[in-house]
């Protein structure tokens, strides 16, 4: 083979040096780069943290909300039934004669042969007490007398017409 086509040897090149003038050298940071890193993983995880905490929250917010509504619900389908629940069939709610004082299962509770309901919402006498007026007659034996069972005085009518015009003037 003639020596024109036998390969010739190459040899690398020598790395060759160049020197740039300091403007153009970079300086090192004064954080290294770990620190940096491990601040970056740190924000990352900080940041997604409060996210899945954020919206974790949101979700419990919602269910606890939904909770709280369907307790306030029983509650008050509770206090309307009690309120207008009666156990005696007086026309008193047993809340009524709760607040009163009365007995929830008796109609008539002072028996004075008036109602509960009678004593308390067309009469106003004491419920409780037998004789309101203290006159010695019972609360349902001047009313069916015709007398008045909230007032001491002989011979004072329930109704006495020129009584309530005199009031009325």
């Not at 740190?42 to 979700?59: C, D, H, P, Q």
């Not at 009678?118 to 034996?141: I, R």
């Not at 009313?143 to 017409?161: H, Q, R």
Request: glycine share 6%.
């Amino acid at each position: 083979m003639p020596e024109e086509l036998k390969p010739k040897e190459i040899k690398p090149a020598e790395p060759v040096k160049i020197a740039l003038p300091k403007e153009f050298i970079r300086k090192k940071s004064g954080i290294p780069k770990l620190l940096a890193y491990a601040l970056i993983i740190l924000f990352v995880f900080f940041g997604l943290s409060f996210l899945f905490a954020y919206f974790g929250i949101l979700k419990l917010g919602k269910k606890q909300l939904l909770v709280n509504q369907q307790i306030t619900q029983e509650r008050q389908t509770r206090i309307e039934a009690s309120s207008v629940f009666d156990s005696d069939g007086d026309g008193l709610t047993d809340e009524e004669e709760k607040t009163l004082g009365t007995n929830v299962n008796l109609v008539d509770s002072d028996q004075d042969d008036l109602f509960d309901y009678e004593e308390v919402k067309v009469y106003q006498t004491d419920p409780l007490n037998p004789d309101t007026d203290n006159d010695g007659y019972s609360d349902g034996n001047e009313v069916k007398a015709g007398y008045n069972p909230k007032d001491p005085t002989k011979g004072a009518k329930l109704l006495d017409l020129l009584k309530e015009i005199e009031k009325s003037k």
